[in-house]
């Protein structure tokens, strides 16, 4: 099936920001990386998504680092970003045996200890998109299901991670992340009425 290039092209993009958030969700941000998003095809990108991005310095670093250990990481009032926990209300529940079921068809980049953590699966939400944008590539509803059984959960860690913010940057991202999950929930429940 030839899909048109605008579907194809969009889906990759989908892709991409599915990759940005998994990637900000599992790395504290670094001198590198910050340096990386104030590069001009980063900074435009980071500029239609709404998020500015600190200077590139060590104090801004150490403030992110801060806020990233306060949101996600505790000791206390935290957003832990983990499936199971928003769930179950514990790590390693019957979620993580329906991801080593996903673990089986898709391989992320990334290795996890813990199955069911946000960043790996919205990484591996990136990955069946791009499989299903190919143009060689039979029509699938592997993302409509992944979607449904292990992404959707994630607008309500990042309301919560929006409220427990401090910095620009992770309110920003949080946002605009909280927002890209909502449109994608609309768009699966589009496609799960064809």
Known sequence: MQLPQNISNEAVARAGLYELYARLLLNEVDLEMLSLFHRPEWGSCFHELGINIPPGNAMSVETLAVDYCNIFIGPKDFCPPYQSVWEDGHLQSEVVASMNDYLEVVSPVTTQNIKDHAGLQ???????????????????????????????????????????????????????AEVFIASEKSRFRLDLAD
């Open 122 to 176: 919205l990484e591996m939400m990136s990955q069946i998109l791009r499989y299903e944008s190919r143009p060689d590539t039979e029509p699938s509803t592997l993302s409509v299901a992944f979607f449904h059984d292990h992404i959707g959960w994630t607008e309500r860690m990042f309301s919560l991670g929006i409220e427990l913010a401090k910095t620009e940057f992770y309110g920003d991202f949080l946002s605009s």
